[in-house]
């Protein structure tokens, strides 16, 4: 008993080391479906160019190869009023919308 308590005692502690400092302080980037840019809604589904349309150049855009094709990450800081927003384009096409931390 005290071999398989020990083992889940440790089990938690280095799940817990993994979990980044963020997590653990409630602050984990949400997922949204939809997002305002100005009078504009963007909305999953939309392609690149509506969205680049909607809300002008992304702060940092990251590109990456994957099995299923072109997979883009936009970085929209909107200030510190407001959130960064993490985009993820799939093949073009908008799949994910991360609100993260306060902006700056």
């Given amino acids: 008993m005290k071999k398989i308590r020990k083992s889940l005692v440790s089990s938690v502690i ?3 080391v993994s979990i ?3 997590a653990r302080a ?3 980037p949400e997922r949204v479906d939809s997002l305002r840019c ?3 809604l963007v909305q999953l589904g939309e392609t690149q160019m509506q ?3 909607q809300c002008g150049q992304p702060d940092v855009r990251d ?3 994957v099995e299923s094709g ?3 990450r936009w970085t929209y800081n909107l200030g510190p009023k407001d ?3 993490v985009f993820t384009f799939l093949n073009g096409e908008l799949r994910q919308i991360m609100q993260t931390d306060r902006g700056f």
């Fill in 70 to 72: 072109g997979l883009d």
């Fill in 63 to 65: 590109s990456y190869f």
């Fill in 20 to 22: 980044p400092l963020q």
């Fill in 38 to 40: 100005g009078v504009h």
């Fill in 14 to 16: 280095a799940m817990m």
């Fill in 83 to 85: 959130f960064i927003y």
């Fill in 51 to 53: 969205v680049l349309h």
């Fill in 26 to 28: 409630g602050l984990m």
